[in-house]
């Protein structure tokens, strides 16, 4: 069983920047998937980003021009936010998947972090 660890969440002004880390320990599988979702109070949890052990990275058309997401090995990736706004504002979550294969819904992965919060205001 993995655990993910979320970390760098906080409170910005709209235009700020965050960057969330997210560190994956127990039993990880070299080559799976890591992925970032953010979810509003009362909303669905939505895909945000998803990144591979090899490097290779996906972000989700409506943050693409603001969010930059990295993978430092097996076990870390990053999820840069530039230019955030009041909307951006959610819980955030670190997920992994045992596959490697790409996923961008909830379901197919196997391990999630706790969260962490962003709050913009503007």
């Known amino acids: 069983q993995a655990q993910l660890v979320e970390s760098g969440g906080g409170s910005v002004q709209s235009g700020g920047s965050l960057r969330l880390s997210c560190a994956a320990s127990g039993y990880i599988y070299s080559t799976m998937l890591m992925g970032w979702f953010r979810q509003r109070p009362g909303k669905e949890r939505v895909w945000v980003a998803a990144?591979?052990?090899?490097?290779?990275a996906v972000v989700a058309d409506s943050v693409k021009d603001r969010f930059t997401v990295s993978r430092d090995n097996a076990n870390t990736q990053h999820l840069q936010m530039n230019s955030l706004q009041p909307e951006d504002s959610a819980m955030y979550y670190c997920?992994?998947?045992?596959?490697?294969?790409?996923?961008?819904?909830?379901?197919?992965?196997?391990?999630w972090g706790q969260g962490t919060q962003v709050n913009v205001s503007s």
């Open positions: 997920a992994a998947r045992d596959s490697g294969s790409w996923c961008f819904v909830p379901a197919c992965y196997n391990h």
């Open positions: 990144s591979k052990s090899d490097g290779t």
